[in-house]
Structures are given as structure tokens and as C-alpha cells.
């Protein structure tokens, strides 16, 4: 069954260090999202992109934040100048052809801001 | 504002119990549902969905009930397997905007042998 990969697992950087968070979502899916998740807490929504432009972003997602799709295969997500709070867990989510169908997540990155 | 929010934050069963996890909206809007399983170290996991239009689904071992009268959601887990411990996540959307998910605070399912 197809599935939505992160990498990497596991990121540790120095607080005010830009990080790159990757994903390679489901091949023929259209619908592209990052959500992130504090240790204990809800799944919380950061962005949603879509025909190559975002679609809406949170709160959350303020001018340290970006989101990319260079090529046809891969999708990221990147802070700029990280702070300590910015520690989660990152997971990447598609979904097909439209908005009603389900969102596929992967394993997620963590991060670790020291 | 938006909020979807699970009753319980644990749930406890016995395995081979019926398990039942509540869950309940806020948003009229709303008209597409979806339960996810979280186990540690993963991402959410679809379970089963079901839209506005519908009152029950069922699945595999696992049915959703909507009751948009009161804003509910319900899913249940018949004959609970210590492989079905994990937190359950109540998610929502409207269709007509950009698909956002919109989470629950989630129950932890601890199932003894």
C-alpha cells in the first residue's frame, strides 16, 4: 500500500539553525499538509498546500516557516531561525483528488530544538 | 472557535470487550469526520470516515455513528485486541475549504489481557 515517507526520524539543532523537514507524499495525490504535535498534545495544523501555492496556514505557521514542493516528488517544510517551542513532532499528510477524502500521515520527524 | 474534543482521555477495556470512544464537534460546518489510531512512535493511522450525509458506518471490527443533531461522534471497537492500544483521534473538515484537519484532544485505549 502506498505511504507517505518522512525524513529523517529524528532532527536535533541549535536553537536560531534552519531546518529542513522532508516528505515524499503518495504519488497521485493532490493535497499536501504539515501538521505538528507537541509531546502529549493534539495533532495541530500548520499548512495546507495545493496546486502548487499554499491554501491556508495557521497561526502557527508565521514568516519563519515555508513550504516547498521542488519537484514532482517531494514536499517540505522549513523554519528558518528555529526557537525552543518549535520542539514537535512534524507530520506530513496528503490526500487524493479532493478535500473529502482521507488524509494519509507519515511517520512524522522530530525535532529537537536545543 | 473550532474545537473537536474526545470525553474521556483514557479508556481502559478488557480484551474481547466491546470498546466505544466518544467524541463531540462544534463546528455546524463541518461535514466530513475521520478517526485515526496513534500508536507510539507513529503517525496517525485512518481508520474509518464517514461524511454529513450518513448516520453510521461500518467497517472492519469498527463502526462510526454521527449524530449532527448534537454534534457527536462515536466509534466502536468490537471484540478489543491488545493490538488496538493506542490513542484514538476525532477529526474533522469542511470540504468546501482547504481540507484542513481540525483534531481532538484524543483517548488513550488500554486494553488488559
Known amino acids: 500500500e502506498p505511504e507517505v515517507t518522512q525524513t529523517p526520524s529524528h532532527q536535533v539543532t541549535q536553537m536560531g539553525q534552519e531546518v529542513i523537514l522532508r516528505c515524499v507524499p503518495i504519488?497521485?495525490?493532490?493535497?499536501f499538509y504539515w501538521y505538528r504535535q507537541i509531546l502529549g498534545q493534539k495533532v495541530e495544523f500548520l499548512v495546507s498546500f495545493y496546486n502548487n501555492e499554499i491554501s491556508e496556514k495557521s497561526e502557527i505557521f508565521d514568516d519563519q516557516f515555508s513550504v516547498e514542493r521542488p519537484d514532482g516528488s517531494n514536499f517540505t517544510l522549513k523554519i528558518r531561525s528555529t526557537k525552543l517551542e518549535d520542539s514537535a513532532m512534524y507530520f506530513c499528510?496528503?490526500?487524493?483528488?479532493?478535500?473529502?477524502?482521507?488524509?494519509?500521515f507519515g511517520d512524522g520527524t522530530r525535532l529537537s530544538i536545543l | 472557535g473550532e474545537s473537536v474534543g474526545l470525553h474521556l482521555p483514557t479508556l481502559s477495556v478488557q480484551e474481547g470487550d466491546n470498546s466505544i470512544i466518544n467524541c463531540a464537534y462544534s463546528?455546524?460546518?463541518?461535514?466530513?469526520f475521520i478517526w485515526y489510531k496513534q500508536e507510539s512512535g507513529k503517525g496517525p493511522q485512518f481508520i474509518i470516515d464517514i461524511r454529513s450525509n450518513m448516520d453510521k458506518r461500518q467497517g472492519q471490527r469498527v463502526t462510526v455513528l454521527l449524530n449532527k443533531t448534537v454534534k457527536h461522534l462515536s466509534l466502536q471497537i468490537a471484540a478489543t485486541q491488545p493490538g488496538d492500544s493506542a490513542v484514538y483521534f476525532c477529526?474533522?473538515?469542511?470540504?468546501?475549504?482547504?481540507?484542513?484537519?481540525?483534531f481532538g484532544q484524543g483517548t488513550t485505549l488500554q486494553v488488559k489481557p
Open positions: 499528510a496528503s490526500s487524493g483528488t479532493t478535500t473529502g477524502q482521507p488524509q494519509h
Open positions: 463546528n455546524s460546518a463541518s461535514d466530513y
Open positions: 504519488s497521485n495525490h493532490l493535497y
Open positions: 477529526a474533522e473538515i469542511t470540504t468546501s475549504n482547504t481540507g484542513k484537519l481540525i
